[in-house]
């Protein structure tokens, strides 16, 4: 079945960095785009980023443009959120989802904070 596994979450200091992971399985990743979500506390889970089957297209939030960078690896099955600059309001629990896909993951948190 479809499944989304994030990790590489944690606490870090405003101005850090962090890099996230997602390992997708259960369908043909490399005929999909893929997005990263994040959640903040009492908040709706909003969009980040996404990036095309190719890799060669990318979009992003306008809160995290200039500072995140997606990427993926068709041949591991695994898209990348690399975070600069992180500021508290990036605090939240981040997810990664396939394009036209309904399954989430268990997401992975990010907290920045001094």
């Known amino acids: 079945q479809v499944q989304f596994v994030e990790s590489g979450g944690g606490l870090v200091q405003p101005g850090g960095s962090l890099r996230l992971s997602c390992t997708a399985s259960?369908?043909?990743?490399?005929?999909?785009?893929m997005k990263w979500y994040r959640q903040a506390p009492g908040k709706e889970r909003e969009f980040v980023a996404r990036i095309d089957p190719t890799g060669r297209r990318k979009n992003y939030a306008d809160s995290v443009q200039g500072r995140f960078i997606i990427s993926r690896d068709n041949a591991k099955k695994m898209i990348f959120l690399q975070m600069n600059n992180l500021k508290s309001e990036d605090t939240a629990v981040y997810y990664c989802r396939g394009d036209q896909f309904t399954t989430w993951g268990q997401g992975t948190q990010v907290t920045v904070d001094s």
């Open positions: 259960g369908f043909n990743f490399g005929a999909f785009a």
